[in-house]
């Protein structure tokens, strides 16, 4: 039941924010001074908001598995529409088109998870934190077990 309730909760903030992960952890400490390793951000994506240039972005990057929360630090609008732009880390010397696939000098609104909208310092730790020490992840997985089936009601 609150497995399939937090899945219905997930669901519905897909929805009403457009992004396909409302929620992010930051993992690196690139974006310091304005957002820390550990911070938790609230994303949206809505499709017809422009991308301009200071705004913190979440993209993703074909190759890379893990989504990267960097600045917009350039964008090339053409007559068509089309947007194309770069980013930066706010702690990186150089820009980021190092960490694009190969060839590729722009990013793409398709490649944006979302725009950072508000946060909450240091509560996503926790994930680092999890990832960083398996054995953790687990022996908290086995008190939450624990707990579940000693303090069932009767």
Same mark, same amino acid.
Not at 16 to 36: K, Q
Not at 135 to 141: I, S, V
């Given at each position: 039941?609150?497995?399939?309730?937090?899945?219905?909760?997930?669901?519905?903030?897909?929805? %009403?924010?457009?992004? #396909?992960?409302?929620?992010?952890?930051?993992?690196?400490?690139?974006? #310091?001074?304005?957002?820390?390793?550990?911070?938790? %951000?609230?994303?949206?994506?809505?499709? #017809?908001?422009?991308?301009?240039?200071?705004?913190?972005?979440?993209?993703?990057?074909?190759?890379?598995?893990?989504?990267?929360?960097?600045?917009?630090?350039?964008?090339?609008?053409?007559?068509?529409?089309?947007?194309?732009?770069?980013?930066?880390?706010?702690?990186?010397?150089?820009?980021?088109?190092? %960490?694009?696939?190969?060839?590729?000098?722009?990013?793409?609104?398709?490649?944006?998870?979302?725009?950072?909208?508000?946060?909450?310092?240091?509560?996503?730790?926790?994930?680092?934190?999890?990832?960083?020490?398996?054995?953790?992840?687990?022996?908290?997985?086995?008190?939450?077990?624990?707990?579940?089936?000693?303090?069932? #009601?009767?």
């Amino acid at each position: 039941m609150i497995v399939s309730s937090a899945l219905m909760i997930w669901k519905g903030l897909i929805v %009403l924010t457009g992004s #396909e992960s409302p929620i992010v952890v930051v993992l690196s400490g690139s974006m #310091e001074p304005a957002f820390h390793r550990g911070d938790l %951000l609230f994303l949206t994506n809505f499709r #017809e908001d422009p991308i301009r240039a200071g705004e913190i972005v979440v993209f993703k990057v074909e190759g890379r598995d893990i989504p990267i929360v960097h600045r917009v630090i350039k964008v090339h609008e053409k007559d068509n529409g089309d947007i194309k732009f770069l980013t930066k880390g706010d702690n990186n010397e150089v820009d980021d088109r190092g %960490l694009y696939k190969e060839g590729q000098n722009w990013l793409e609104k398709k490649d944006v998870v979302g725009r950072a909208r508000g946060f909450l310092p240091y509560v996503g730790m926790v994930t680092i934190i999890m990832n960083d020490y398996p054995k953790f992840k687990y022996a908290l997985l086995a008190i939450m077990g624990a707990y579940v089936l000693l303090k069932r #009601e009767s």
